[in-house]
């Protein structure tokens, strides 16, 4: 089996890059053998957390060591500290970078100029920032066209359950015509926990615990990271050109314990819904809460699980229902696009 090391630089180590090093400090062994995939996190870059830069390569059960115990890597034995997010990009030292800041709907910034400056430094990039594909999809994947290379960004709908890469390569060749369902972790994870009696405060408070809600909470809540991810499949995914001010948007802060048990009495569930529809050359795109039966197959989906129906014309409705959220799920995405590149580099040249 043809192996390959891959230099790998991460910018931001929050929840996502956490959980995507702590992958690879439990599956290193595996994945090489299964793939004959190796690794060295050469790099990592965060404001808060710490940054430290070694060509040697980090080792990834230490630094998860270090963020269990004390909340940062800034006491990481050896390595450089004096790094900043652009020496990763720019670093001729690494063949990946890992694009995991928070996510920013208005600008895509910093990660939409951490991504630009890697991909013109000619380096594959790896994301699950959804601030810079909504805001600039099609000027990324031109320029990493242009410096052939790969941008992929499975992680940025529905953490690692396939659906990016499911629609795009999968299901190739197929015309989407619309796609709907449930598509932020936390917001589910909030309705569902107010039918079991907890408060919506209390629910909220377990997601962000269990690293579900975006860095700003608001974001889940006002249906703001649902219509963000309404847009990535509009423009992604439907060719459509649309901006986060094109999505109809409401979230769930007006909807209280007493509307859920309530529409539960009624024989119904409470779900913030997704809508995408293309007609002709138009989409139209939509986020709100709705009362649907129990009967109906949304209704079931529960907790911080998510679900997304692809309606194709080849194959007719695609459903999908996974984890929307988490560390590890969305480190899976991570890790199934870093393998997508190995496989590509390894197996089809
Ligand atoms: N905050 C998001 C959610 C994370 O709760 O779904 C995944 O995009």
Redesign the pocket.
């Known amino acids: 089996m043809p192996t390959r090391v891959w230099r790998i630089g991460l910018v931001g180590f929050g929840n996502v890059g956490q959980g995507f090093v702590r992958i690879l400090a439990r599956k290193r062994e595996e994945l090489r053998k299964r793939y004959g995939f190796e690794f060295k996190i050469v790099g990592i870059a965060d404001p808060i957390k710490g940054s430290v830069y070694d060509s040697e390569g980090l080792d990834p059960k230490l630094l998860v060591k270090l963020v269990d115990e004390k909340g940062h890597i800034k006491d990481y034995p050896g390595g450089r500290k004096d790094i900043d997010s652009l020496t990763i990009c720019r670093s001729g030292d690494i063949d990946i970078v890992v694009e995991v800041t928070p996510t920013n709907i208005e600008t895509g910034e910093p990660g939409l100029t951490h991504i630009r400056v890697a991909l013109e430094h000619g380096k594959h990039v790896v994301t699950s920032n959804k601030g810079p594909i909504a805001v600039a999809y099609p000027e990324l994947k031109e320029l990493a066209e242009r410096k052939g290379v790969m941008l992929r960004f499975e992680g940025v709908v529905l953490?690692g359950t396939p659906a990016i890469n499911l629609a795009l390569e999968a299901m190739a060749g197929v015309d989407i015509t619309k796609v709907e369902g449930i598509v932020?972790?936390?917001t589910n994870f909030i309705l569902t926990k107010m039918e079991e009696g907890m408060s919506y405060e209390e629910a909220l408070r377990e997601a962000q615990r269990l690293g579900?809600?975006?860095a700003d909470p608001t974001m889940?809540v006002e249906g703001w990271?649902a219509a963000i991810k309404a847009v990535i499949i509009a423009n992604v995914l439907m060719d459509a050109r649309i901006t986060i001010k094109d999505v109809e948007r409401e979230g769930i802060t007006k909807i209280t314990p007493e509307d859920v048990k309530e529409a539960l009495r009624n024989g119904q569930r409470i779900k913030l819904l997704m809508r995408v529809v293309r007609e002709g050359g138009n989409v139209r795109a939509s986020v709100k809460p709705e009362r649907i039966n129990l009967s109906h197959p949304l209704a079931n989906v529960v907790g911080v699980t998510n679900a997304l129906t692809f309606y194709t014309d080849h194959l007719g409705p695609v459903t999908i229902v996974g984890p929307?959220?988490g560390r590890i799920e969305t480190g899976q995405a991570i890790l199934s696009d870093i393998l997508a590149i190995h496989r590509y580099h390894t197996r089809f040249r």
Do not use: I, L
Request: aromatic share 10%.
């Open positions: 953490s932020n972790g936390t579900y809600a975006e889940d990271d929307g959220a």
